[in-house]
């Protein structure tokens, strides 16, 4: 039997794309593999948000090459999407972007049946959601849906429009559909992903909303816990909320909403939609309705034009709002984006700098929110023996605690910015 290796870069939603793939080659008979280990077939779903998901993604491709030479190596996903061609590097026989990935089997044996080498990118302005169903996750306890595909917003700084295209969503029967599928199969958690999740439903113009999936998968027999992956917060407002809050149950009081950055100036620069004012009351709003609730964020350093004052800024917002955890990342230019043209350039060194001091910021403001934890008792779900994650997506370790199971946990201390507990 032949095997066949992944290696996936970036956010959620690639990931689910992957193991989309990933399944489609189990039922075609090959088998999976460690992508360390010699594969007859190697995937690697790139990324390119930032210079470094680019590098990474070129790397694994020609690592795969010099592991097997004999490999025939797919190139998937945004960096595929965006070069094309050019990815036909030594042992590639399938570049296929973000659509068609239902036949990624079909092309690739396709392709070496006739010893070629094919490109399957094709423009995605016209392309409806693509129909890709997962049944497993790698053995996890959580499992992540991806119910919405592509942006309109047009950051300045953002490549992803290019590569992701417009905003699509899935059908809402299909998301009920696969909802039921992995509740059955045992997933306790499910996180529903997008690249601009608030989006969904715009596309459908019959007044569907994100809200509604979540009531959809929420009511799903066997399904636990619902997580949302990353918001707007221009979308969030008290009636949001509020509707959110009927799910308090199952809906997991974490809220990952992207900041990008704490100063007007910047913002307005980035060509984001909304103000700090506006992204104070959407926390404000779900701190109401989800007392004590996770608030987590990205943050880009060293934006073109970014000062040091305004910089500043940033660290006291992050510092006032009192994230959870941050993601932190120095800025990074897209060949292609508007923002590249822009004055005020920051040099790499800077920005640099910048990250290093907000990462520590972040972890500070990590360890308080940790800290005000202790003492409380609360739900973890295991995802392996003794350790797991809460439903505010915070790391804890639990002696006792069985793998899939969920339990109540008694948080004693902190072990670096673990949690540590004992059972309830």
Known sequence: MKTV???????????YDAQAMREQFIRAGYV???FEEICDVYVVNTCMVTGVGEKKSLKFVRQAARRNPQAAIVVAGCLAQHDGEKLFLPGVRLVIGNAHREHVVEYLEDAIA?????CAVDDLADTAFEALDVTANEGRTRAVMKIQEGCDNRCAYCIIPDVRGPIRSRPLPDVRREADALGAAGYREVVLTGIHLASYGRDFHDGTTL???????CAAPGVSRVRLGSLEPAWIDEAYAARMAQHADKLCPQFHLSLQ?????VLGRMRRRYTTAQFVRAVECLRVHFPGCAITTDVICGFAGETEEDFAQTVAFCQRIGFARMHVFPYSEREGTPAVQFD????VFEREQRTRRLIAVGHELERAYLESLVGQTVEVMAEEEGEGYSRRYVRVRAPGAAAGSIVQVRITGLDGLT???ELG
């Open 114 to 118: 006739r010893d070629v080498a094919v």
């Open 32 to 34: 999976p593999a460690a």
């Open 261 to 265: 950055s704490g100063c007007d100036k």
């Open 344 to 347: 005020g350039v920051v040099p």
């Open 5 to 15: 290796g992944f290696m996936t870069l970036g956010c959620k939603t690639n990931q």
């Open 419 to 421: 949690a540590v507990g």
């Open 211 to 217: 809200l509604d999936a979540i009531d959809a998968v």
